[in-house]
């Protein structure tokens, strides 16, 4: 069982910046897959950034490329979100996913076994 807990989420304008993190209770070495998801009120959940293997093979939505950074820190069990220049419709529940098997980085919620509460972001105008 893996568990996962984001932090970083709040109130900014857009433009500013945030890092969202990850804390999971298995060493992220041990995790194949790692990613952030998104959900907008009245919306789908839909894939953000993900991040795979030991080199760190990264994919990024065409909403957040250029603008948002993934990254892994294995020492300490913990995935980021680096968003810059937020947009208003950022505004989103932040969830962190995991999944340990699996070839490439799915951009699928199917795909992923586990999932952390989630962390509120809100970009204003």
């Known amino acids: 069982q893996v568990q996962l807990v984001e932090s970083g989420g709040g109130l900014v304008q857009a433009g500013d910046s945030l890092r969202l993190s990850c804390t999971t209770s298995i060493p992220t070495s041990y995790i194949v897959t790692m990613a952030w998801f998104r959900q907008a009120p009245g919306k789908e959940r839909e894939f953000v950034s993900g991040i795979r293997g030991i080199v760190g093979s990264t994919v990024y939505s065409d909403a957040v490329k250029g603008r948002f950074t993934i990254s892994r820190d294995n020492a300490n069990n913990t995935l980021y979100l680096q968003m810059n220049r937020l947009k208003p419709e950022a505004t989103a529940v932040y969830y962190c996913?995991?999944?340990?098997?699996?070839?490439?980085?799915?951009?699928?919620?199917?795909?992923?076994?586990?999932w952390g509460p989630g962390t509120q972001v809100t970009v204003s105008s």
């Open positions: 996913a995991a999944r340990t098997y699996g070839a490439y980085v799915s951009t699928s919620t199917a795909d992923y076994s586990y």
